[in-house]
């Protein structure tokens, strides 16, 4: 009994140095949730913003979770600002891809108060602490935080984060700097990134605001992807596809790449290892890349376009994606520094991101095989770089793990099953055909274990510092 209870008295003792010690701002109290954020933030799903997709924002499934009470969103009517992208024909190449018809509009504009879910789609880090919704709408922005921030409710504009701090909120939740490098990619340039000093800056405003204006509240952020992994540039190959096969043309063993204007008016071949944006494929299918030297030739003197140039804005050569990703890496070390001098943790969506798009390793949910694959892989959109309602459940779950293991808490993670019902996801079966999912009540068993911690300790125990 003696060398069991010194075997015991041992384990302990590792099991308590093993424990990270945390010093986490404020406390894990969800009576005043409020999020901030960008179009992840507020729900975008397929080139649109609707409540179909919403509801299941990774802040509105925190909100669930943890028992938020009253979490209010800027709500959109179905078929949402930007109209919600849908397949029309997947047999053809490449699948048709159209918007729903009709016109979204915003539902709950009269709230009395600033909504919960402050995300604005097209927000850079600067956007939180600067745009109030009374601005002139010259960018994306600007357009949503017309109808987000409602300037005209109050009695003078504010901008989300004082808004946020207006609220009095007792849990804060940010993940924000995608746009940052986002409209570099989708342009092709680094040109369009956020220097590291701006960033710095209006990060540092941004934090600075939220732990003055709300001493108390227990705070999270999330740090940005590198993954270059994404269906927006992984998609669409950077070489000829001969359209009759579906094939990569071989020249001497070697495929051909795509004919395009590498930045400048500089027109040559894509050197390996480019990207071709998915913005690209309609103009790829009609004969854009094609070298001249090939456009007379059949099968691709059939296409429209056949011998001009991919616009610069369509491709990413290596050097242009190392650049983008060298600076999403500093600020990934901008967010760590800042958050580390304010006992903020830090959720890894990066390590997430890695996760998804692994070439090696499976991203596995109970039974459930996901990927970064456009269309079957069930993370990824339609419109290549925003998520499913299951990627944003993950993206959730992510954020719930921080909090757990930051503030000593046991709010459940949500589950996938609840999703299969309300957009039909589909998932590649064996064979590596799209198949719509069936689960048994085992395997549903089976991604609940997954997906819920043991019994709770205390739903929300807090280290309150």
Do not use: C
């Not at 924002?57 to 930007?82: C, E, M, Y």
């Not at 991919?310 to 491709?315: G, K, N, P, T």
């Not at 390590?351 to 456009?374: D, E, H, K």
């Not at 609940?448 to 739903?459: D, E």
């Amino acid at each position: 009994m003696k060398n069991l209870a010194r075997i015991a008295a041992a384990f302990l003792a590792v099991t308590a140095l093993s424990v990270p010690a945390f010093a986490q701002r404020g406390s894990a109290n969800f009576n005043r949730f409020v999020a901030l954020g960008d179009s992840y933030g507020a729900g975008v799903s397929s080139g649109s913003l609707n409540e179909r997709h919403q509801h299941w924002s990774w802040p509105a499934i925190i909100a669930r979770q943890a028992g938020a009470v009253d979490f209010q969103q800027p709500l959109v009517s179905f078929p949402g600002i930007g109209n919600e992208l849908q397949i029309v024909n997947i047999a053809s190449f490449p699948p048709v891809i159209q918007p729903a018809p009709g016109q979204g509009q915003p539902i709950n504009l009269a709230l009395a108060r600033p909504y919960n879910n402050l995300s604005i789609p097209g927000a850079t880090v600067r956007d939180l602490h600067t745009l109030t919704g009374a601005q002139q709408p010259t960018r994306t922005p600007e357009q949503f935080a017309q109808f987000i921030l409602r300037a005209s409710a109050f009695p003078q504009p504010l901008t989300a984060v004082q808004q946020a701090v207006a609220l009095q909120p007792t849990f804060i939740a940010m993940w924000i700097g995608g746009n940052d490098f986002l409209g570099a990619v989708l342009s092709g340039s680094p040109a369009g990134l956020t220097s590291v000093e701006q960033f710095r800056t209006s990060y540092t405003t941004v934090l600075d605001t939220l732990v003055a204006g709300a001493p108390n509240a227990g705070i999270v952020v999330g740090n940005l992807p590198t993954s270059t992994n994404i269906p927006v540039v992984n998609t669409v190959q950077p070489v000829i596809i001969n359209p009759a096969t579906r094939q990569p043309l071989l020249i001497g063993g070697n495929p051909v790449f795509l004919f395009a204007d590498l930045g400048g008016g500089n027109l040559g071949q894509l050197p390996p290892g480019s990207r071709v944006l998915l913005t690209a494929s309609g103009d790829v299918a009609s004969g854009y890349g094609i070298p001249p030297q090939l456009a007379t030739q059949a099968p691709f003197n059939q296409l429209p376009n056949a011998g001009k140039p991919l616009a610069d804005r369509h491709v990413i050569t290596p050097d242009e994606m190392a650049a983008i990703t060298a600076r999403v890496a500093e600020y990934n070390t901008v967010i760590n520094q800042l958050a580390s001098q304010r006992n903020i943790p830090v959720a890894d969506i990066n390590g997430l991101f890695n996760r998804w798009t692994s070439t090696t390793t499976p991203y596995r949910v109970g039974p459930i095989t996901l990927s970064s694959a456009y269309i079957t892989g069930g993370i990824f959109s339609l419109d290549g770089f925003h998520l499913t309602d299951i990627g944003y459940l993950l993206f959730a779950n992510e954020y719930i793990r921080t909090i757990n293991e930051a503030y000593d808490t046991d709010i459940p993670l949500a589950s996938i099953t609840q999703l299969f019902a309300n957009n039909g996801a589909f998932f590649p079966n064996e064979d590596g055909d799209s198949a719509r999912v069936t689960l048994s009540p085992a395997a549903e068993a089976q991604i609940l274990s997954f997906a819920t911690p043991p019994a709770k300790r205390g739903r929300f125990r807090a280290a309150t510092h």
